[in-house]
């Protein structure tokens, strides 16, 4: 098939690559000249695994291309994938869709025939009504245009295993048995053969689909960290509990690992989107627990000040810390709402001389906060460090050796905000070890 990607960040750029890898010829669309250099080059301007591999290889046999022209992307194909992102309104809790009804209003006028727009973008439940009304208004092919809802359930540090292999395919129509259901099975047709379970449903439903996911495993991230509190408070173990709980069918341990809590550009942004949609709705207390969820997660970061404090006998001022971790979570340079770079932040204004290191998000974190002070290499950022904070989980922070740290540190303590350290190791190594939940 011919597809277009209207969009190409990070779910733009990973869906039109994943699109050429299933066989399809594929032309991804965005405003941003440089992105749209950057990727006919081969290369994404973000960090995520497998993706330039992808990206190089595709755009050489000449199956990817990227072009900043509307015109041309309506030419190009008959389906025409929305993926431009939806942040969170400044100052809001609402998502910003001017980006998504841009877009749409941009793409409509060049729609001259039979075209499906199916958008992957994270959205408010209400809104496919209203990208329908912008094609009715603005597409001279109106009656010939479907629109289609499939959202993406991408984890950033698999976003491509997440989209050539995902757990479940979700594909939302106004009626039944459109041809735009038509396309967009030939479109996945490989992924479906593969086996993946296919719901096809109504617009609202899958429309739901991404929020609702999100406010459920932000909720169990949340609610093993309230636990956590309990047995900080009690002297219990909580990863020992989580294993515990997780051996429950119904619960499962996969996504309740307790420490510093969830970040990034979707979790938090998601969970606060889906509350305020559901004010507009007359149903905010339907999520009321979301808001306790949102607020164990901040209670997570504050917590781990509270345990630096403690570290250095209550005072942080003029003191050397050190913090492995910037971006969000590993395997990926994003640094949005970080929880490492927010303690990272919060112990500069009190006071703390603080050092970041990170496999690929220090660029990015030196540009939103020049304040902090930055060193590569693991080993050498703990040169003369007063503490030690472990705050983004990279494998390869587990594997350095404690033995090495101890010798160049001012005082061998270090808080585990992880929970992914051998403390037995590092203690007999001659730290003292602290960790989030833990004794």
Sequence with gaps: MRLTVVGCGYLGATHAASMAELGH???????????????????????????????ARHTASGHLKFTSSYTEAAAFADLHFIAVGTPQLPGKHAYDLSHLFSAVRQLAPHLKGPAVVAVKSTVPVGTAPRVRDL????????????????PEFLRESSAVEDTLRPDRLVLGFETEHSWAETVLRQCFEKIIEAGTPTIVTDWATAELAKAS?????????????????????SGADVTTLADILGHDVRIGRRGMQPGLGFGGGCL??????????????????????????????????????????????????????????????????????????AVAQKLHELGATVTVTDPQALDNARKTHPELNYIDDPIAAVQDADLLLHLTEWPQFS????????????????????GTLNADTWREAGWTVRALGRP
């Design 135 to 150: 094609l009715n208004e603005f597409a001279p092919a109106a009656d010939a245009i479907e629109v289609a809802w499939n």
């Design 213 to 233: 996911a999100n406010a459920f495993l932000a909720t169990k991230i949340s609610f093993i960290n309230a636990i956590a509190e309990v047995c900080e408070a």
């Design 268 to 341: 938090p942004k998601d969970i606060r989107g889906f509350m305020a949609r559901a004010d507009e709705l007359g149903v905010d207390q339907a999520l009321t627990i979301l808001r306790e969820v949102d607020a164990i997660n901040n209670r997570r970061r504050e917590r781990m000040i509270d345990l630096a404090r403690e570290q250095l006998d209550g005072n942080l001022t003029g003191k050397q810390i050190t913090i492995w971790g910037a971006a969000f979570k590993p395997n990926t340079d994003d640094i949005r709402d970080s929880p490492a770079l």
């Design 25 to 55: 010829e594929v032309l991804g669309m965005d405003s941003d000249m440089d992105k749209v250099a950057a990727l006919n080059s081969g290369k994404a301007p973000f960090h995520e695994r497998d993706l330039d591999e992808m990206l």
């Design 399 to 418: 594997h350095v050796d404690p033995h090495r740290l101890a010798v160049r540190a001012a005082s061998a303590k270090v808080i585990d905000g992880r």
